[in-house]
């Protein structure tokens, strides 16, 4: 394969909205196609065969197969599953890890049959928004947890690739910065900045500065 | 007699002589050449045209052993779960390859090098390379071989990036991993990270450090990784248990990096994201 067409093989960065990384772990997950050729022994005209999700999308892309929607992709499974992280605090554990990428994969382009593939993206897109919205608002219970109990841990049962994506890294960067301050503050000894020092934010040294020079103050 | 036995019609001349296609009166003599080429022929069958419209040739092809793989679970599981690697519990070398790729990739310190997974991972990417290489000239086969070529380009990112990744966090601590973890290290990494680590020390030394008045002053401070405030979500693999509290299979959470560097060692855990 020259390199111009190598670029195709791997997803393309950036086009389903998550990582590079995430969309190319999400093209493992196995799923069914029927082919429209034999080789045996895994493809029959007419079968439906297992196998993992490039493989399938490739097929596809030559018409030499169909997907078939993995069945959690369906409307009558995301509209209750929607109802469900509208009502309850918990994240919902039967949707799987990759979904978002899944979605956003196989929604992109018309389908054979009659299901519409864009009520199941925006069903998902829903989902997904009710999701990261129902981690952000939890994340000050995060914080409190962390500090009270006697293993520092937090349940997230049921958290997806796309949410960990986007907020994954801003939380852990979070708790790591409050455990740095909190652990600055019981290190210092409390001594007070000099009075006439106006500007600067809080400074998270553990010795109180002290300027050489007078600073001046400047009066309005 | 002569008609009556199968390998008859079979072969070119006696489908000739039945069908009478070379437009000529047949004499007894022609009778006992048929009879003489049966008795000869039945070795030797040539399958007329015919007989070739009526048996579709089987065609093989090679194909990838993800394809055996695929089919193996297709098989062997009737229940459909799409969370592939909880399914998959075969061992194969491009699946603990990304295992340890995604490890690799979240974790904040440098896990051990697993030479094996090299090892196997590189001998399976020849063995596809060659069956791509072999393949024949039908369509069928270009197909399989193509599935292939996409499948080795997958295996070479995985393979790269988690060797650049391990490249990125050696050089961030290169003399802390230099001294004190060069069991993490393949042979390759660690004659690298010497040399860069000479390198580091010969630029410092001749820009900054030599120029110092004071002779405590001119070693190089080395800095080593501090992971007091690293948190990462995991995922329980096995039940196994963190201080005292029980975690099942199959939980989720967050959690201080150094609680469970222990159980991600063991294999327990896996880190998801950091």
Known sequence: MNTAQSSLLLPAAGQDGSSFRASFSAEETLIQVIPDFTASPTFMAGVPATVPLWQAELLQTRSLGRIVLPEWLSVDKLRPILQQEKT???????????????????????????????VLRLLVEDIFQVRVEKLR??????????????????????????????LGPFLLQALGDRALLLHQ???????????????????????????????????? | MFLASPSGLRTKRGAA???????????????YNLLDQLDHDEQEEEIIQE???????????????????????????????EDAKEVLEEDSPYLRLRNVWSQEVNAPELLPFDEDVFQSIIELIEDWEQAVDQCEDNP??????????????????????WLATRLRKMEEYPFYIRDYKA??????????IQAYCNLVQKHLSRTVLDHFPQEAWKE???????????????????????????????????????????????????????
Request: net charge negative.
């Open chain 1, 88 to 118: 309850q605090p918990l994240l919902t554990t039967s949707l799987p890890f990759y979904y978002y990428e899944i979605t956003r994969k196989l929604t992109n382009r018309p389908r054979h049959d009659d299901t519409n593939p864009d």
């Open chain 1, 137 to 166: 608002q939890q994340f000050p219970a995060y914080l409190a947890l962390m500090e009270d109990q006697e293993i520092p841990k937090v349940d997230v049962p049921g958290i997806a690739s796309a949410e960990l994506a986007l």
């Open chain 1, 185 to 220: 503050k019981e290190t210092t000894t409390t001594t007070k900045k000099n009075d006439s020092v106006e500007e600067g934010g809080e400074s998270i040294v553990g010795e109180p500065i002290r300027p050489k020079v007078p600073l001046r103050r400047f009066r309005r």
């Open chain 2, 17 to 31: 002589f039945l069908f009478n296609t070379t437009n000529r009166q047949f004499t007894m003599a022609d009778l």
């Open chain 2, 51 to 81: 007989e070739q419209e009526w048996e579709a040739p089987v065609e093989t092809a090679v194909l990838p052993a993800d394809l055996i793989d695929a089919q193996k679970r297709q098989l062997a599981d009737n229940d459909t779960n």
């Open chain 2, 140 to 161: 069928v086969s270009a197909l399989m071989a193509s599935i292939t070529s996409v499948q080795i380009e997958r295996a070479k990112y995985v393979l790269c990036d």
């Open chain 2, 183 to 192: 069991d993490c290290l393949s042979q390759t990494e660690l004659s690298h």
């Open chain 2, 220 to 274: 190089l401070p080395v800095e080593e990784p501090n992971f007091d405030y690293t948190y990462v979500f995991v995922k329980c693999l096995a039940p196994t248990t963190i201080d005292k509290d029980p975690l099942e299979r199959g939980d989720s959470l967050i959690i201080h990096y150094s609680k469970i560097r222990d159980s991600l060692r063991d294999g327990d855990l896996q880190i998801l994201a950091s």
